[in-house]
């Protein structure tokens, strides 16, 4: 009986795993270009969660019994992992918005491209700035500094422990924004 109890825990603890990692990839570049199918991507979240299960501890963890609890819980580790995600797209905002600017400044900002990877019109400078900044993040191995932040976030914040008031989420909120225009401004 024992060892069903602590399988269901670990298959709880893993989905909350796997929504951690989900709000990564939903919202980290790299890892939510529309050129990779869902299914790969559901697949990538789902292997990370195997591997990050026996490194999370989760043998004290109170998990919520009840459906409303555990949806919150789900909730919260989205949010976290979108918060890692966030902070790298805002970098990458940032390369874009410094492309605009140098478009707008040598005059060919009105020529614009469709980019199918963001679903949306973009300047040929903008584009050429946002495919060498996925460049540098590759060659950087900044998908792996990525993933480091992911597996490092548990000792930050333990699995269920995430509040929506929690202060890490604003901070790194406003500092990603104001880093996102410094950044911005140094690449124009």
């Known amino acids: 009986m024992q060892d069903v109890l602590t399988l269901i825990t670990d298959f709880r603890a893993f989905i909350l795993i796997a929504f951690r990692i989900g709000g990564l990839v939903a919202?980290?570049?790299?890892?939510?270009?529309?050129?990779?199918?869902?299914?790969?991507?559901?697949?990538?979240?789902?292997?990370?969660?195997?591997?990050?299960?026996?490194?999370?501890?989760?043998?004290?963890?109170?998990i919520p019994d009840n459906m409303i609890g555990y949806f919150a819980a789900a909730v919260a580790e989205t949010a976290v992992g979108a918060v890692?995600?966030?902070?790298?797209?805002?970098?990458?905002?940032?390369v874009q918005l410094g492309g605009y600017i140098a478009a707008q400044q040598i005059g060919l900002a009105i020529a614009n491209i469709y980019d199918p990877t963001q679903n949306e019109e973009t300047s040929v400078v903008d584009q050429m700035f946002y495919i060498f900044g996925v460049l540098v993040f590759v060659l950087l191995k900044g998908h792996y500094i990525l993933l480091h932040a992911l597996s490092n976030s548990y000792k930050v914040v333990p699995l269920v422990a995430f509040?929506?008031?929690?202060?890490i989420a604003s901070r790194v909120g406003v500092e990603a924004m104001s880093d996102m225009f410094i950044v911005a401004v140094k690449i124009a």
């Open 27 to 62: 919202v980290a570049p790299f890892f939510n270009s529309t050129s990779i199918p869902d299914k790969v991507k559901i697949g990538l979240t789902c292997a990370l969660a195997v591997v990050l299960l026996p490194t999370v501890d989760h043998s004290t963890l109170v």
């Open 163 to 167: 509040s929506p008031g929690h202060a």
């Open 84 to 94: 890692i995600g966030l902070v790298a797209a805002i970098i990458f905002a940032g």
